[in-house]
């Protein structure tokens, strides 16, 4: 295989395994998750006990089960609510998995990015690589969480990946490819590039950063303290972009995508990245890398550069407003499907 055949080839498989295994990670999505429970609770309390109801119905109950533990109730439904954001995840490598739905990256062109890279770009037509907006419309648009002859276990199952997908693409990094001198076929959402991690002090990928932020506790405790604290900082009234009737706009996800899109393309990958120094790994050991990194925390860099002044306070905060925005949408978003169901059989089937 050709350099050149090997530098896509990789870009390839880090863009479908990285974004397949992370999003946000398991502590924003179930923020994300958290905030929209409370939203649907305050507005409409009734459907709390059909959303439980559902997840009986869920392929896959087993982790949902394991979330709710000993807890009875409302907890026991908020519980089972929070693992529902993060089930996509937790089932990576399964047949419920679906790897193109994390993403729908759009091409950022550096300054620097040679010819090669730019042409690489252009050749997407504006258009993004990966198919979270089709999941979102699958999901939603398209009527299996809003179509009352959908099953449960369909709606369980779509409601799942819309409550993830929607945390997905309000991270910076899920809606972005950067093209480059260095990584002239796109670093596949920043998932080619380490940096130096603010909180472990090692290399990491400038993707991994952006998923973990500051929330790296998936405890319900942890996820239940920085609910409050972001819904505390961060009311609806802070904003404006939010609409009353999400679910009736077609552009509203490509519109929240290119929010994200957006930061990155501003100043999020305006940052210096190492990409993996041996360019002579073969394929096999390329992606062997990548799961000892994912697995076990082992870099394939030993130094990588440190984060530019007030890029980690800006992350954090930038990672929280996205978080905190994903939690309203959703709650928009789910109030609005079960409005669109006669006779309130949204969440229970026929």
């Not at 907890?75 to 993060?86: D, G, I, K």
């Not at 995840?89 to 550096?110: G, I, M, P, Q």
């Not at 010819?115 to 419309?137: I, S, Y």
Request: hydrophobic share 40%; proline share 7%; with cysteine.
């Amino acid at each position: 295989m050709s350099k050149r055949s090997t530098v896509v080839f990789t870009a390839a498989i880090f863009g479908a395994m990285v974004t397949s295994v992370h999003a946000w990670d398991h502590p924003g999505h179930m923020t994300t998750a958290d905030i929209a429970y409370e939203e649907i609770e305050k507005t409409r309390p009734d459907l709390i006990e059909k959303i439980g109801t559902l997840f009986l119905a869920h392929p896959d109950p087993a982790p949902f089960w394991v979330a709710a533990g000993e807890a009875k109730g409302k907890e026991r439904v908020r519980r089972m609510f929070l693992e529902c954001a993060r089930w996509p995840d937790d089932s990576k490598f399964t047949n419920n998995d679906r790897l193109a739905w994390h993403t729908a990256r759009y091409a950022v062109v550096a300054n620097d990015a040679p010819q090669e890279a730019k042409a690489a770009a252009e050749a997407r037509h504006g258009k993004p690589v990966g198919q979270a907006m089709e999941a979102l419309a699958l999901a939603l648009t398209y009527g299996m969480l809003s179509n009352p002859e959908t099953s449960p276990s369909e709606r369980a199952w779509a409601l799942c990946w819309l409550m993830h997908v929607v945390g997905d693409i309000h991270q910076p990094m899920h809606v972005s490819d950067l093209f480059s001198k260095d990584f002239p076929a796109g670093n596949s959402a920043g998932s080619m590039g380490y940096v130096m991690d603010p909180v472990t002090e090692s290399p990491i990928t400038l993707h991994i950063l952006w998923d973990s932020n500051d929330l790296r506790v998936p405890t319900v405790e942890a996820v239940d303290r920085a609910t409050q604290e972001f819904m505390k900082k961060y009311p609806r009234s802070a904003f404006p972009e939010l609409k009353a009737h999400p679910i009736s706009d077609p552009n509203a996800f490509e519109e929240w995508a290119k929010e994200g899109n957006q930061v990155a393309a501003d100043w999020a990958l305006d940052v210096k990245m190492v990409p993996d120094p041996d360019k002579n790994k073969t394929q096999e050991q390329l992606v062997q890398g990548l799961v000892n990194f994912i697995l076990n925390g082992v870099s394939p860099v030993e130094e990588a550069p440190e984060l530019p002044p007030g890029y980690w306070e800006k992350l954090k905060s930038t990672a929280e407003r996205r978080i905190t925005l994903a939690g309203y949408r959703l709650a928009d978003l789910l109030l609005a499907a079960a409005d669109s169901i006669e006779a309130q059989r949204e969440f229970v089937g026929r």
